[in-house]
């Protein structure tokens, strides 16, 4: 990915537990997006949160920004097997004035039922 | 709701053929973006318009040209198709007007495979 990576590449947990993914980027933003992905399929929006914002909840999804170090987690509590996708993070460019969304390399979630 | 809406859902094409994917953006949605993801990859920018008007290139290769129409669709159309073009294409729509938190919304992706 040319923005950065995402933490980790993949991740498998049990029905119930908590998951956790990561991500990383490398210039200015003014928001970042967290979509979900499931095999071969479109792109789900999940949440966003701009820049000026540090937390943001909805329903089990927490998300955090910490603009200073340039990086973002994804927090779903009380996983389901449903849950099951990949997940990627995205940014536009405060910077670049780019519009465009720059994508993460995403986090394979594995929930076991 | 409605979302956005990409025809065809799957294309097959031969080498050195052409091609044109359509996207329909949610309503009242004035900006559209295009977006290839290759097997195992994460999606990649390559063109968007506004208003009607292109905005943004990325990385689109000289053998693609895209366009939004009055009524805000949006078409790419793809020649000279090479194996390395099969991916699945996605397109997003977004409200940009009025400082719009530029919030993208995906269709369904139209999966082209290059035999």
Known sequence: ??????????????EGENATMNCSYKTSINNLQWYRQNSGRGLVHLILIRSNEREKHSGRLRV???????????????????DTASYF??????GTGRRALTFGSGTRLQVQP | AAGVIQSPRHLIKEKRETATLKCYPIPRHDTVYWYQQGPGQDPQFLISFYEKMQSDKGSIPDRFSAQQFSDYHSEL????LELGDSALYFCASSQEGGGSRNEQFFGPGTRLTVL
Do not use: F, V, W
Request: hydrophobic share 30%; aromatic share 0%; with cysteine.
């Open chain 1, 1 to 14: 990915s040319q923005q950065g990576e995402e933490d980790p590449q993949a991740l498998s947990i049990q």
């Open chain 1, 64 to 82: 955090t920004l910490d603009t200073s170090k340039k990086s973002s987690s994804l927090l779903i509590t009380a996983s389901r097997a449903a």
């Open chain 1, 89 to 94: 993070c995205a940014t536009d460019g405060r």
């Open chain 2, 77 to 80: 159309n793809m020649s000279s």
